[in-house]
């Protein structure tokens, strides 16, 4: 630990130190409340994203129970091509954003397959394009609570650690040059008292 200077220039140093700590923790404490408020809009974006897939799950039991049939083959009816994603910067953090997802649905003969396989196709776009949101959700939400616990770190370290530690380092100095002012002005003293003793010696 390194040692403080016991002098007017480290107190004027230690002040100026924790008044920019005391300015700059309210904004800090502001960006935290902040980014738990976007974590918190994030988890409900997300659950109701499982709760459209769940019931898009029921739709499929309801409107086609013809796909426990085994025998139609039903496999590349249509895949993810690719996932396009932006960026948002949102108090610092840097979050993915889905733009878009390009789907291709595979060739299948009109007359090969049961009528039904279009809507099947059309369901299938759709739990695709919801299970991307979902991840993307659970990612955003994973980096906002990363987010959180650095900006949670920094007001406890200016909270806890900073503050009480200037404020300390400021009492202990004043302290000192208050004893180092009382012990020159007694030592003026006694000089002047043995200089007025040795005048009328």
Do not use: C
Request: hydrophobic residues 40%; aromatic residues 2%.
């Amino acid at each position: 630990m390194s040692r403080i200077g016991l002098s007017k220039s480290s107190l004027a140093k230690q002040n100026r130190d924790l008044q920019t700590y005391e300015r700059y923790l309210p904004a800090l404490d502001l960006k935290r409340k902040q980014i738990m408020a976007e974590r918190a809009k994030e988890q409900i974006a997300e659950q109701q994203t499982q709760r459209e897939i769940a019931a898009l799950h029921e739709r499929v039991r309801e409107t086609l129970p013809m796909l426990a049939n085994r025998e139609i083959e039903l496999d590349g009816l249509i895949r993810v091509e690719r996932i396009r994603l932006g960026e948002e910067n949102l108090l610092g953090t840097r979050l993915p954003v889905l733009e878009g997802l390009d789907l291709v649905r595979g060739d299948y003969g009109y007359l090969s397959k049961p009528h039904w396989v279009d809507t099947l196709v059309d369901i299938l776009a759709e739990m695709l394009t919801l299970e991307a949101r979902l991840a993307l959700h659970q990612r955003r939400t994973d980096l906002l609570e990363e987010a959180v616990r650095k900006v949670t770190q920094r007001v406890n370290l200016f909270d806890k650690v900073l503050i009480p530690k200037a404020r300390a380092n400021i009492k202990r100095i004043r302290v000192h040059l208050s004893d180092a002012e009382r012990a020159a002005i007694v030592r003026s003293k006694l000089a002047k008292g043995k200089r007025a003793k040795g005048g009328v010696a």
